[in-house]
């Protein structure tokens, strides 16, 4: 088991995390700032009126990157799995 080994296994895993998450934060988060700027210009204070669409519009961003997404998190169980000798004693 060499500890190097390890450490680039935990590196590829986090950049995967940041990389097949970043999509579908960056869309909540739009929407989210949209509708705040929304709510402030209306003068409406409904804290629960940004739900529906940052939820639609994370359904919609899943149903567009989920395959990239799985893509992704696929290669990267692929490589895991395929050096898992360098993982196990």
């Known amino acids: ?12 895993a986090m950049w995967t995390i940041v990389l097949a998450s970043m999509p579908i934060l960056l869309v909540a988060m739009c929407v989210g700032l949209i509708i705040g700027i929304l709510q402030t210009a209306t003068s409406i204070q409904e804290q629960t009126l940004a739900f529906i669409p940052k939820l639609l519009a994370v359904i919609i961003s ?4 989920g395959p990239w997404m799985f893509q992704i998190v696929g290669g990267l169980a692929v490589n895991l799995f395929t050096n898992m000798y360098r993982y196990v004693g």
Do not use: N, P, Q, W
């Open 1 to 12: 088991m060499e500890s190097l080994a390890i450490g680039d296994a935990f590196v590829s």
């Open 62 to 65: 899943l149903l567009i990157f």
